[in-house]
């Protein structure tokens, strides 16, 4: 589920934070990245889990309405169906979800007063209403029933609000974990593992990301001494912190990420100058990651691996 680029801001994240307490060591770096690198995964199981709160909260509804000494006629409507979607009571009785939710330590995250709101609201949108007047829904509208709930949450204020104080990058992994969501929502049924098709690749996370934060961390003052000369009239000390950080790991991922296009790296660390640093900072990285790039092939400091590769 996690990309290279969600990586590659998890690394930047992890050198920030390591810049604003000199004191940490690189075992610090490595813990906080590691912590930082599992906020995806663990946010992805938690949407499902709301999902699975908020859905059986049907039940707890139709108990309370059936209860009622005059029930109206919207009382009566089955919601309970909501609960007994079958699809919804494949993740809800899934053991190793459980499990997993249990390792995390998200089992008593959910506020009940925000999960009654969210169902509350949600059963009075259109989707709802239709899906409970279908007097026999097929199994892909109860997948419908459950995307639409997903969005539903995700544009929730108070959800947003929630999620926000239990994932501080809520910003940079939504995207990420609603596609994951998403395809998880779409395969159910699913079988017991379901949910290590969408934890964090090795790969990626270790021989990519630790492998860029070692380097990164270690290679500071030879990073520095390649990267001062290409500044052009520049102080490195009055550099914007990111902006030196991102181009540190840049140069890093030049040298030592053999299997990564030149061109690849330079674009992604434009892009995320772009929405991570200051305002001029796209065309200011773009500009000396350029004459970096260049001075290195020139130097043939770059080796990479597989045709191609270079350009």
């Known amino acids: 589920m996690v990309s290279r680029r969600n990586v590659r801001v998890k690394v930047l994240q992890t050198l920030y934070a390591l810049s ?77 979800f459980q499990d997993l939710l249990k390792k995390e330590n998200l089992l008593s995250l959910p506020d009940p007063d925000l999960l009654r709101q969210v169902y509350y609201a949600f059963l009075k949108t259109d989707a709802v209403r239709a899906y409970l007047a ?69 790969e990626v996370v270790v021989d990519f990301g630790e492998n860029l934060l070692y380097h990164t961390v270690r290679d500071d003052q030879e990073l520095m001494d390649i990267i001062a000369p290409s500044l052009q009239n520049w102080d490195p000390d009055r550099l914007a912190v990111l902006d030196m950080i991102i181009l540190k790991m840049a140069v890093t991922e030049f040298l030592h990420c053999p299997t990564v296009p030149t061109k690849v790296t330079l674009n992604e660390y434009v892009d995320i100058a772009k929405e991570y640093s200051t305002p001029k900072s796209r065309e200011f990285v773009n500009g000396v990651l350029d004459r970096l790039m260049k001075d290195l092939l020139e130097k043939g400091r770059i080796v990479k691996e597989g045709r191609g590769l270079l350009e």
């Open 134 to 202: 279908e007097p026999s829904p097929t199994e892909s509208a109860h997948v419908e029933i459950l995307l639409k709930l997903l969005k539903f949450v995700f544009q929730h204020e108070l959800v947003k609000e929630h999620l926000e104080d239990h994932f501080p990058n809520l910003l940079d992994d939504e995207s990420l974990v609603l596609g994951a969501a998403k395809r998880t929502i779409k395969s159910l049924p699913a079988n017991t593992e379901f949910c290590q098709d969408h934890a964090p690749d090795p």
């Open 20 to 96: 604003r307490d000199p004191a940490q060591t690189p075992v610090w770096a490595e813990s906080f990245y590691r912590q930082k690198i599992g906020e995806p995964y663990r946010l992805y199981l938690y949407s499902l889990y709301l999902l699975v709160r908020i859905n059986s909260y049907a039940r707890k509804d139709s108990a309370i309405k059936a209860s009622k000494y005059l029930p109206t006629e919207e009382d009566l409507q089955p919601a309970e169906r909501l609960s007994d979607n079958p699809v919804a009571l494949s993740l809800e009785k899934n053991n190793g």
